[in-house]
């Protein structure tokens, strides 16, 4: 596992947690996996010269 990847389920994880306790997981999960890859990309942008 990438550690890319650890950084978008947690965001899942976090955005479930969030959209449970509003009563609507499911788009807490969508706004996670959003948040997760902006983050990734923002974090491990890898340019290839």
Not at 3 to 26: N, R, T
Request: proline share 2%; aromatic share 10%.
């Amino acid at each position: 596992m990438k550690k890319e990847d650890i950084l978008i389920y947690a965001c899942v994880i976090i955005g479930a947690g969030i959209g449970l306790s509003f009563d609507h997981a499911i788009p807490g999960v969508l706004i996670g996996l959003g948040i997760g890859y902006l983050l990734k990309t923002l974090f491990f942008n890898q340019k290839s010269e």
